[in-house]
Antibody, heavy 120, light 107 residues
Framework: EVQLAESGGDLVQPGGSLRLHCAAS????????INWVRQAPGKGLEWVSV????????YYADSVKGRFTISRDNSKNTLYLQMNSLRAEDTAIYYC?????????????WGKGTTVTVSS | ETVMTQSPATLSVSPGERATLSCRAS??????LAWYQQKPGQAPRLLIY???TRATDIPARFSGSGSGTEFSLTISSLQSEDFAVYYC?????????FGPGTKVDIK
């Protein structure tokens, strides 16, 4: 079964850091670009970042540029999101989602999400 | 940035009725438009991509149309499991952007 599973969400203080993980199974992880998408409580979906199959290119939403870093380890079938200088407005459920194909960045597989809460 | 808007914000429909949701892009996205369904406490699920192609295992009562800047999602006969929030997303331009969603609830 094709699956993505996020982990690493936690309660963190403003200005703190957190690293999210996304473990893939059931497909050839190295063949797909992978995204992070977040959803603040009671709000809509916000795309955060994407990483290409070999680790490049990477793109970021303006709201996280310079603070978040996306990376991947294809040998471990794992995607990461390093989140620094966290703000209250980063509080959200963070989903990893697979881009369906090369240059076709709609998302056909989603994880269940991991919750990040930024609060003192 | 390509801004996506959706209307209406909420659509109240009776089971068995037809529902039409609209999505508009601030600039052309060609046919690079996807629709997702999200139920409470769940991750989004891909319904439509390429503006009109149903994703795997999506029932035929869901259909998408449009190109350029104007798109629509039609649910031909609403079933109980279709009451949810629906999002459109463009993947023509960076950054990728979603619409704010349309909530379809029971009338």
């Amino acid at each position: 079964e094709v699956q993505l599973a996020e982990s690493g969400g936690d309660l963190v203080q403003p200005g703190g850091s957190l690293r999210l993980h996304c473990a893939a199974s059931g497909f050839i992880f190295s063949a797909y670009a992978i995204n992070w998408v977040r959803q603040a409580p009671g709000k809509g979906l916000e795309w955060v970042s994407v990483i290409g199959t070999s680790g490049r290119p990477t793109y970021y939403a303006d709201s996280v540029k310079g603070r978040f870093t996306i990376s991947r380890d294809n040998s471990k079938n794992t995607l990461y999101l390093q989140m620094n200088s966290l703000r209250a407005e980063d509080t959200a459920i963070y989903y990893c989602a697979r881009s369906a194909a090369y240059r076709e960045d709609y998302m056909d597989v989603w994880g269940k999400g991991t919750t990040v809460t930024v609060s003192s | 940035e390509t801004v996506m808007t959706q209307s209406p914000a909420t659509l109240s429909v009776s089971p068995g009725e037809r529902a039409t949701l609209s999505c508009r892009a601030s600039q052309s996205v060609s046919s690079n438009l996807a629709w997702y369904q999200q139920k409470p406490g769940q991750a989004p699920r891909l319904l439509i991509y390429g503006a009109s192609t149903r994703a795997t295992d999506i029932p035929a009562r869901f259909s998408g149309s449009g190109s350029g800047t104007e798109f629509s999602l039609t649910i031909s006969s609403l079933q109980s499991e279709d009451f949810a929030v629906y999002y459109c997303q463009q993947y023509k331009n960076w950054p990728l952007t979603f619409g704010p969603g349309t909530k379809v609830d029971i009338k």
